[in-house]
T-cell receptor, first 113, second 112 residues
Framework: DSGVTQTPKHLITATGQRVTLRCSPR?????VYWYQQSLDQGLQFLIQYYNGEERAKGNILERFSAQQFPDLHSELNLSSLELGDSALYFC????????????FGEGSRLTVL | DQQVKQNSPSLSVQEGRISILNCDYT??????FLWYKKYPAEGPTFLISISSIKDKNEDGRFTVFLNKSAKHLSLHIVPSQPGDSAVYFCAASGTSYGKLTFGQGTILTVHP
C-alpha cells in the first residue's frame, strides 16, 4: 500500500461526457502528479501540482484540467470525452517538488464507449 | 519525442539466472534515474534509483548501472525469482525537471 488513494477504480462512460478522478496523496506529501497510461504505452506525464499550485505541465489536452485543493487532494477533470481517452490514469505523490521517488496510487481505469 | 526508451518490450529468464533490463535516454539534463516495478492491477512501485554522480547502486538482488557517456542505464536482478515477473519501467528526471519521464516498460517473465 503506497498510501496514495484514487477513486473511482473503474469508470465506464460515453463519448462527450465529463468525469472527475480523485486522488488523495500520502500523508505529508505536497506534490501530486497525474499520469496517463494508454494501451501498450508507457506512463505519459499530464500535470503536477505542488502545495496547491500548478508546477509543471506535460502533454495534457485542453479538454482536461486539474486542481489541488487546500487539503492537498487533487482532482483530474476530463471533458468532451473521446474513445481515445480510454486509459489508466495514475496519481502519484511526493514530499517535495523536485526530483525524487514518486508513490503511485492503483490507478483509475476509464473506459469511454 | 521519446526521451526515455526501453527497446525490449519483453524478457524471459529462467529462475536463478540474471535478468538484465536496459534503458536509453536522450536528454542530457536528466540527472536522476529510477526503476519502477508494476504488477497487474496495481500502481508502479519504486525499486531502485541512481544519481548521475554515481555509476552503480546496489540494493540486495537489484543493481542499477549508469553509463552517462552512452546515456544508458541497466537494471540487473540476480538471482531472478518468479515473483520478479512484472513490468519494469525506467524513469528519469532532472533538477529543473520535477516530473519523471518514463520509458515504455519491459515485461519480465521469470520461469520456475
Amino acid at each position: 500500500d503506497s498510501g496514495v488513494t484514487q477513486t473511482p477504480k473503474h469508470l465506464i462512460t460515453a463519448t462527450g461526457q465529463r468525469v472527475t478522478l480523485r486522488c488523495s496523496p500520502r500523508s505529508g506529501d505536497l506534490s501530486v502528479y497525474w499520469y496517463q497510461q494508454s494501451l501498450d504505452q508507457g506512463l505519459q506525464f499530464l500535470i503536477q501540482y505542488y502545495n496547491g499550485e500548478e508546477r509543471a505541465k506535460g502533454n495534457i489536452l485542453e479538454r482536461f484540467s486539474a486542481q489541488q485543493f487546500p487539503d492537498l487532494h487533487s482532482e483530474l477533470n476530463l471533458s468532451s470525452l473521446e474513445l481515445g481517452d480510454s486509459a489508466l490514469y495514475f496519481c502519484a505523490s511526493s514530499v517535495g517538488s523536485g526530483t525524487g521517488e514518486l508513490f503511485f496510487g492503483e490507478g483509475s481505469r476509464l473506459t469511454v464507449l | 519525442d521519446q526521451q526515455v526508451k526501453q527497446n525490449s518490450p519483453s524478457l524471459s529468464v529462467q529462475e536463478g539466472r540474471i535478468s538484465i533490463l536496459n534503458c536509453d535516454y536522450t536528454n542530457s539534463m536528466f540527472d536522476y534515474f529510477l526503476w519502477y516495478k508494476k504488477y497487474p492491477a496495481e500502481g508502479p512501485t519504486f525499486l531502485i534509483s541512481i544519481s548521475s554522480i554515481k555509476d552503480k547502486n546496489e540494493d540486495g538482488r537489484f543493481t542499477v548501472f549508469l553509463n552517462k557517456s552512452a546515456k544508458h542505464l541497466s537494471l540487473h536482478i540476480v538471482p531472478s525469482q518468479p515473483g520478479d515477473s512484472a513490468v519494469y519501467f525506467c524513469a528519469a528526471s532532472g533538477t529543473s525537471y520535477g516530473k519523471l519521464t518514463f520509458g515504455q516498460g519491459t515485461i519480465l517473465t521469470v520461469h520456475p
